[in-house]
């Protein structure tokens, strides 16, 4: 069964009988500014995809990595891993996941026949981790913005390569968080694979590139398996030249955390804290926890009547909303304000 994503605004437009362009789409970590397309050559158009040796180095340069596999984003690395890790481990049966996350992650696993462990905000003890097993971190959280230092991912790294275990750890939202965080320079070892999204931070999802950081063998088994042209010309001319600039990284990082302190001050003063009881996130997102866990749904259709599209998260207890530019802020305000004039409990909730 597929499972609900954001980003499908043509649907809920649909659903709820609003056009398109009148809404204000929340519903995805994307960065709303994006890396200005660089100028690409009519060759890289009309010929095959071929391996990009200056995107490889850019790519190895930003993540601080000796090896990297490019690849049309995270998720045919995440479908692609329980079949070939069983190559590896064939004894492997247990996987440890986030209880809230992305949920491909627990998908992909379960499909495969792997027994599903869940933690909730600490990693599960390290006595009660199974020989052989899976132990999967995403790092921020999305969608509730837990940090993990690197210092404690390499002590399960650690412990992992003792257990003949795999560590998988999915940073696609770490751009916007210090360097000290990310591991992607500790992975040169047989059981660390790191996930790196391009198209979040820079706001290019659309183009379809992502990374997978890991040792040699592993890369070369992903690039065996995923086969020639995973990624398109055009999208790795478009990489090399934004994992490069370095005025830009350092432009947009803090255009984000400006925008994302803005808008979970505007937050606050919209519901208040008789609404909300908690927000968490990172400069991409911002994820809302309310008093009563219920008032999530029904926020979220009152938003989407008002044509502000944000997301659910998959419990139904919590709201995810990305972060906008400024001159959209009114619009989120005035949608969020309008709606706690009074208890929520009274709303009636639309059919549409």
Same mark, same amino acid.
């Not at 809920?12 to 929340?26: G, R, S, V």
């Not at 960065?31 to 095959?48: E, R, V």
């Not at 999305?142 to 230092?149: A, D």
């Not at 990374?211 to 090399?240: D, M, S, T």
């Given at each position: 069964?597929?499972?609900?994503?954001?980003?499908q605004?043509?649907? !809920?437009?649909?659903? &709820?009988?609003?056009?398109?362009e009148? $809404?204000?789409?929340?519903?995805t970590?994307?960065?709303?500014?994006?890396?200005?397309?660089?100028h690409?050559?009519?060759?890289? $158009?009309?010929?095959?995809?071929? @391996?990009?040796?200056?995107?490889?180095?850019?790519?190895?340069?930003?993540?601080? *990595?000796?090896?990297?596999?490019?690849?049309?984003?995270?998720?045919?690395?995440?479908?692609?891993?329980?079949?070939?890790?069983?190559?590896?481990?064939?004894? +492997?049966?247990?996987? &440890?996941?986030?209880?809230?996350?992305?949920?491909?992650?627990?998908?992909? $696993?379960?499909?495969?026949? &792997?027994?599903?462990?869940?933690?909730?905000?600490?990693?599960?003890?390290?006595?009660?981790? &199974?020989?052989?097993?899976?132990?999967? !971190?995403?790092?921020?959280?999305?969608?509730?913005?837990?940090? #993990?230092?690197?210092?404690?991912?390499?002590?399960?790294?650690?412990?992992?390569?003792?257990l003949?275990g795999?560590?998988?750890?999915?940073?696609?939202?770490?751009?916007? !968080?210090?360097?000290?965080? @990310?591991? *992607?320079?500790?992975?040169?070892?047989?059981?660390?694979?790191?996930?790196?999204?391009?198209?979040? #931070? #820079?706001?290019?999802?659309g183009?379809?590139?992502? #990374?997978?950081?890991?040792?040699?063998? $592993? *890369?070369?088994?992903?690039?065996?398996?995923?086969?020639?042209?995973?990624?398109?010309?055009?999208?790795?001319?478009?990489?090399?030249?934004?994992?490069?600039?370095?005025?830009?990284?350092? =432009?947009?990082? =803090?255009?984000?955390?400006?925008?994302?302190?803005?808008?979970?001050?505007?937050?606050w003063?919209?519901?208040?804290?008789?609404?909300?009881?908690?927000?968490r996130?990172?400069?991409?997102?911002?994820?809302?926890?309310?008093?009563?866990?219920? +008032?999530?749904?029904? !926020?979220?259709?009152?938003?989407?009547?008002?044509?502000?599209?944000?997301?659910?998260?998959?419990?139904?207890?919590?709201?995810?909303?990305?972060?906008?530019?400024?001159d959209?802020?009114?619009?989120?305000?005035n949608? *969020?304000?309008s709606?706690?004039?009074?208890?929520?409990?009274?709303f009636?909730?639309?059919?549409?």
């Amino acid at each position: 069964m597929a499972l609900i994503h954001g980003g499908q605004l043509q649907q !809920i437009a649909n659903q &709820y009988k609003i056009p398109t362009e009148q $809404w204000l789409d929340l519903s995805t970590g994307i960065a709303p500014t994006s890396y200005p397309i660089p100028h690409i050559p009519l060759s890289i $158009w009309q010929n095959l995809p071929q @391996s990009n040796s200056e995107l490889l180095a850019a790519a190895k340069h930003y993540y601080q *990595c000796e090896h990297v596999t490019v690849t049309n984003g995270s998720q045919a690395i995440i479908k692609a891993l329980p079949q070939l890790w069983q190559l590896k481990n064939s004894t +492997s049966q247990h996987v &440890y996941l986030p209880k809230y996350g992305y949920k491909e992650h627990a998908q992909a $696993w379960r499909k495969a026949g &792997y027994e599903l462990h869940f933690y909730l905000d600490e990693l599960p003890p390290i006595d009660a981790i &199974y020989l052989n097993s899976v132990l999967v !971190i995403i790092n921020p959280n999305n969608p509730t913005g837990k940090l #993990f230092t690197r210092k404690i991912i390499m002590q399960y790294q650690a412990l992992m390569q003792e257990l003949n275990g795999l560590l998988v750890v999915d940073e696609a939202f770490m751009d916007v !968080i210090t360097d000290d965080h @990310s591991i *992607c320079s500790q992975v040169e070892n047989s059981n660390t694979l790191v996930f790196r999204s391009f198209g979040k #931070f #820079f706001g290019l999802a659309g183009i379809r590139i992502g #990374f997978l950081v890991a040792n040699k063998n $592993w *890369c070369n088994i992903f690039n065996e398996h995923l086969g020639p042209w995973q990624v398109n010309g055009p999208a790795q001319v478009v990489a090399q030249h934004a994992l490069k600039d370095t005025a830009w990284h350092q =432009q947009q990082k =803090q255009q984000l955390n400006t925008l994302r302190k803005k808008q979970e001050a505007l937050l606050w003063q919209a519901f208040g804290s008789e609404v909300i009881a908690e927000i968490r996130g990172t400069d991409l997102f911002l994820t809302l926890s309310f008093n009563d866990a219920e +008032s999530a749904e029904k !926020i979220y259709k009152l938003l989407c009547q008002q044509a502000v599209y944000v997301r659910l998260t998959d419990e139904k207890d919590k709201l995810r909303f990305g972060i906008t530019t400024k001159d959209k802020l009114n619009k989120l305000f005035n949608a *969020c304000h309008s709606i706690i004039p009074s208890p929520l409990s009274f709303f009636p909730l639309s059919e549409s």
